[in-house]
Structure formats: structure tokens, C-alpha cells
């Protein structure tokens, strides 16, 4: 088991910047890949970028692409989301997922099975 705990989020104007970060704790936190989702009011929740164990491989939607950068320290059992350039469109609350330990597929949604409680992104024109 896994318990994750998000921060970051908050109200910006279209252009600026946020860094969302997700503390996650249990034994094998470490272990496992990690991902950001998102959901939009009336809108399915949609997996934004999810990022390898190691940390060397990551994925994104193409709509934050060259926007979005997903990280992790492992030291600190820290996954954080760097959003660039933010749009209106952007705007969403924003969840820390986690998928199996032992597992490597951090591209397919299906795949995560614990949410953190989210955190509100809004992003104003």
C-alpha cells in the first residue's frame, strides 16, 4: 500500500508557471511508477505524464508536451510536476497516482491503482 500526498496547485494567470509536488509513503513507494492525472469539470480523468521508476523514461499527452516536465528524487519519495506556459485549458484539479510495485508501465492508466486527494489548478485569462 501507498499513501500519496499532493501540493502545488493554486490560481495563475495564462503564461505562468506551477510546480506540483506528491510526497509518497509506504515501504515500497520508491518501487513503482509514478504518474499525474488530471480531471476537468464534465471531463473523464486523463493521464498527463507518468515517469519510470528510475526516473529515465517519462510520457506525456500531447497537449503539455515541451510544457510539462514529470521528475522524481527518490531520496525524498518525491514526484513533482513541472507545468510551463500554463493555458486556460490547463485548468483541472490534479492527482498524484501510483501505479504496482515491481511493475515499469507508466504510460497506460490502467495501470495506476492509488490516487492522492488532488489539488486545484486554475489558471485564469
Known amino acids: 500500500q501507498v499513501q500519496l500526498a499532493e501540493s502545488g496547485g493554486g490560481l495563475v494567470m495564462t503564461g505562468e508557471s506551477l510546480r506540483l509536488s506528491c510526497v509518497a509513503s509506504g515501504r515500497t513507494s520508491n518501487t513503482r511508477p509514478m504518474g499525474w492525472f488530471r480531471q476537468a469539470p464534465g471531463k473523464e480523468r486523463e493521464l498527463v505524464a507518468g515517469i519510470s521508476v528510475s526516473g529515465a523514461s517519462t510520457y506525456y499527452i500531447d497537449s503539455v508536451k515541451d510544457r510539462f516536465t514529470i521528475s522524481r528524487d527518490n531520496a525524498k519519495s518525491t514526484v513533482y510536476l513541472q507545468m510551463n506556459n500554463l493555458r486556460p485549458e490547463d485548468t483541472a484539479v490534479y492527482y498524484c497516482?501510483?501505479?504496482?510495485?515491481?511493475?515499469?508501465?507508466?504510460?497506460?492508466?490502467?495501470?495506476?491503482?492509488?490516487w492522492g486527494q488532488g489539488t486545484q489548478v486554475t489558471v485564469s485569462s
Open positions: 497516482a501510483a501505479a504496482p510495485a515491481l511493475t515499469d508501465n507508466y504510460s497506460r492508466d490502467s495501470n495506476f491503482r492509488y
